[in-house]
């Protein structure tokens, strides 16, 4: 039996491609083997296409019958926008069916194998396939506790600074950085500031590769402004992006709706000080298949997530400059810790060299 490493692996470098352009969808990779050849492949097409298994076994064809499938996630065995796979599978002539986790949905956890096996199917399950736990983490966040996957990702100096004293941030990481940033934000639901970015970069926080022409799927833009400071000319009103801004009474939501002529929508969130419950703010935005959130600062916003122990995933960019300056911003404001043992831990890290930066990304331990 060939080994199943290289094909799970290969079906997650294919559900790459649908990560933030299928939520709430998973982002699922699938390949078919026949005799040690990959004889169909597919990934998961936007909300009402065909999942991974159907593209991969319309593909193979024929080619399916006494093959094997690898898959990043347990096949759905429920009607929803299209007919189960579990169904496609069976009347495909598939013999074996290796898959990396369970949906944890509630509609689906574990049915997909039982159909599967009652078929004379055999099931296999690789839970120890960490590319696939990886990329099962944002999905599996999201369908078993209504919240979104949040990517913390800020640049800074070597020194640790985001800005200068004045507030200069223009530009602290190199090119390379930044259209890596323009496609992380492409492959996510949303994007996140607070207002202090704003008022002080003035950002798109579009996704836009090195042509400047914008991507075809463009996230959500998300604004934490409690007050509801946000200029009416701000860039990010200048496209049709979407744009969410979350402030925290009505007095600030009354003072947007009539100081903005966009179509923008305002959502209340009201948390202590007068200030937005980001808690409640990632709530909500599950509630708009929001899976993936990226959130790029500034410390205030970054000091707010931690504090409530609400990120995922770290990217920090760190830029070959001293910046100094006692009242120089760093990345992560908020509370913090008194104690160094209760410091938010990082496991899986990884260090990667891009351009004259380096970046430093791994997840949060719990």
């Not at 979407?242 to 947007?256: E, F, G, H, K, Y």
């Not at 404001?333 to 990304?361: C, H, K, P, T, Y």
Request: hydrophobic share 45%.
């Amino acid at each position: 039996m060939e080994s199943s490493v290289p094909y799970l692996s290969r079906a997650v470098d294919l559900a790459q491609r649908a990560v933030g352009r299928v939520s709430p969808n998973p982002a699922v990779g699938a390949v078919i083997v026949r005799e040690d050849i990959i004889v169909g492949e597919g990934f998961t097409q936007p909300p009402g296409g065909s999942h991974a298994e159907i593209v991969a076994l319309e593909r193979a064809g024929d080619a399916a019958v006494d093959a094997t499938l690898y898959v990043t996630l347990e096949p759905c065995s429920h009607y929803g926008r299209t007919p189960p796979c579990t169904q496609a599978i069976v009347k495909s002539g598939v013999k074996e069916v290796h898959f990396s986790a369970l949906d944890l949905a509630p509609w689906s956890s574990g049915k997909g194998i039982e159909e599967l096996e009652q078929a004379g199917i055999r099931t296999v399950i690789h839970g120890d396939h960490q590319p696939s736990i990886d990329l099962n983490a944002a999905y599996v966040k999201f369908a078993s506790h209504g919240m979104p996957w949040v990517l913390a990702k800020y640049a800074m100096s070597i020194d640790g600074k985001i800005a200068t004293r004045t507030g200069d941030s223009r530009w602290i990481t190199g090119e390379e950085s930044r259209a890596r940033v323009h496609e992380i934000r492409a492959s996510s639901d949303a994007v996140m500031v607070g207002i202090g970015t704003v008022l002080a970069d003035d950002p798109e926080l579009t996704a836009r590769p090195e042509t400047k022409f914008a991507f075809e799927e463009q996230p959500l833009r998300v604004v934490v402004d409690s007050e509801g400071r946000i200029p009416s000319d701000a860039k990010m009103f200048q496209n049709r992006a979407p744009v969410l801004i979350a402030v925290a009474n009505q007095d600030a939501a009354q003072r947007l709706s009539k100081k903005l002529d966009q179509d923008v929508t305002i959502l209340v969130m009201p948390g202590s000080d007068n200030r937005v419950s980001v808690r409640n703010l990632l709530a909500a935005l599950a509630e708009r298949d929001v899976v993936n959130l990226m959130v790029e600062g500034g410390g205030t916003l970054l000091g707010a997530l931690f504090d409530e122990d609400l990120v995922d995933e770290v990217i920090g960019c760190i830029a070959p400059v001293i910046v100094g300056g006692a009242n120089a911003p760093s990345p992560v404001r908020g509370a913090g810790v008194e104690m160094l043992a209760d410091a938010n831990r990082m496991q899986r890290v990884r260090i990667e060299s891009v351009g004259s930066d380096v970046w430093f990304m791994g997840f949060i331990a719990r």
